[in-house]
């Protein structure tokens, strides 16, 4: 066996080295340009991180930061660029309000995010806040705009509403825990006030609710975030953002229009009572949407509902147990993102013998007059009608069915033709020019659905569910 000296491989191995490390080096690491052309690009030029409340943590905004460079780009400064900003800073996975030689890859990117601490100022009007996001490359300066709407919030915490009390738009309100309206008490809300609650957060009502929200100013009573959960899906169309409304049995003359209720867990909930001759709850031009159980659920007790919206929701829209109640010129549809959709549009029970409960409460009475029902997870349940006083009379379905004693009148398997574009993100329930839902009304319940739609749009054409045809479209297209 032939034997080699440690002498011997020593200058070998160090020739060897001196050969190849300029190509490993090479492969490792790419030249840094210098050359003030040579410059970052944005994927905007102003970063609108929209309305949100002082005085606390907001959502984080991001945009992007690209190298289209064959070299390596080296940022020499990131910073914000004012002192004292309300903004703040995340690079690299570090948080701060200034960074130094941050390095992109030839053709390749950074994301830079953005969070907001607005200062209490005083003002419940909305005020904007301005400040750059300020980059300094190749001894060049570029900037992207940083811009936020913030106000001060009313903040309650275990609120209990014990006499007549109305609330005006003059301020948000920010609900944390509860809001309770005592029996023989009524909370009035004008138009255009927002009532935002916390995580887990909910409203009790014993004694009664009133709102007065108008065509294209509506009472809104929403989750408390704000801004985009990424890109494109805002926090308005998520679910599971506080517990909802519940309608107590001792409840009296709740009355809601032009009204929204959307992101909760178990919308509204009417318990039940025992008034007769008058609803324990009425809806009129409202929209109640986004719920992970149901928008609407009813158990032996009185709802009526004119010209309003009642969509996604995780179980199917609208639940009712018994009762009497009457939906006309409402739009019942279900597109729900965020998990399987486990009912139909509207589901019922305790109608007939067959479907009793066990209470001993009267079998339900319901008509559906002027309604469209279309979307995922089918019409309704039960879905024969027979022996039982629920009616549905001229309404657009999406099954394939036919008429008989209780289904009267009714278009069947026929495309309403919503704006609504799931994948799109976009839920919106008003019909296109040529909608085959346009003048197919009864008339008769014109003076029960209001001068003009949620949206504004004056009444006219006689059109089944919520809403008008949307403004400038007469084609569909």
């Known amino acids: 066996m032939r034997h080699f000296s440690l002498s011997a491989i020593l200058p070998l191995a160090a020739f060897l080295t001196a050969l190849f490390s300029p190509v490993m080096h090479s492969c490792i690491t790419d030249d840094i340009t210098t050359s003030p052309a040579d410059q970052p690009e944005f994927s905007t030029d102003t970063l609108d991180m929209g309305y949100m409340f002082t005085g606390t943590d907001n959502p984080t905004f991001s945009f992007r930061v690209y190298n289209r460079h064959d070299k390596v780009l080296n940022i020499s400064s990131i910073r914000m660029k004012s002192a004292g900003s309300p903004f703040r800073l995340n690079v690299d996975g570090l948080a701060g309000q200034q960074f130094g ?81 005592a029996p023989g008490a009524t909370l009035t809300v004008e138009a255009g006030a927002r009532i935002c609650f916390h995580d887990g957060a909910y409203m009790r009502v014993r004694g009664s609710l009133v709102t007065d929200g108008q065509p294209g100013n509506p009472v809104r009573f929403t989750g408390d975030r704000t801004g985009n959960v990424v890109t494109d899906i805002p926090f308005e169309l ?22 929204e209720i959307i992101n909760t867990w178990t919308g509204v909930s009417v318990d039940s009572s025992e008034v007769t001759g008058s609803p324990v709850l009425t809806l009129s031009n409202c929209r109640l949407r986004n719920s992970a159980g149901h928008v609407l659920e009813a158990s032996h ?74 979307g995922s997870g089918g019409d309704m349940a039960p879905t024969d009608l027979k022996g039982s006083q629920v009616t549905v009379e001229r ?26 574009v799931r994948a799109d993100y976009i839920f919106d329930y008003r019909l296109h020019g040529d909608s085959p839902a346009i003048g197919q009304a009864l008339d008769g319940y014109s003076d029960l659905m209001g001068a003009q739609d949620f949206y504004g749009a004056p009444r006219g054409s006689a059109s089944l569910g919520a809403y008008e045809p949307k403004a400038g479209d007469d084609s569909g297209e």
């Open 101 to 181: 030689d941050i390095e992109i890859r030839p053709n390749d990117s950074i994301y830079v995010f953005v969070a907001a601490s607005l200062p209490v100022n005083g003002n419940f009007e909305p005020s904007w806040f301005t400040d750059a996001v300020e980059f300094v490359t190749n001894g060049r300066t570029s900037e992207v705009i940083v811009k936020a709407q913030g106000s001060d919030v009313e903040r309650l915490h275990g609120q209990i509403i014990t006499a007549d009390t109305r609330w005006s738009a003059d301020r948000p309100r920010q609900v944390f825990d509860s809001l309770v309206v």
């Open 238 to 259: 998520m679910s599971r953002q506080w517990q909802g409304m519940y309608i107590a049995p001792t409840a009296r003359d709740c009355r809601l229009s032009y009204t």
């Open 301 to 374: 007790t009185a709802v009526e509902a004119y010209a309003s919206e009642f969509a996604e929701a995780g179980a199917g829209p609208v639940r009712l147990t018994g009762g009497t109640h009457r939906f006309i010129g409402c739009t019942f549809s279900n597109y729900y993102l965020f998990s399987a959709i486990t009912g139909p549009l509207v589901s019922l029970s305790h109608i007939s013998a067959d479907s009793s409960t066990g209470s001993s409460a009267p079998l339900m009475k319901a008509s559906f007059i002027n309604c469209i029902l279309y």
């Open 395 to 420: 309404c657009l379905l999406r099954s394939n069915g036919s008429d008989d004693d209780n289904f009267l009148h009714c278009i069947w398997d026929t495309d309403p033709m919503f704006y609504t």
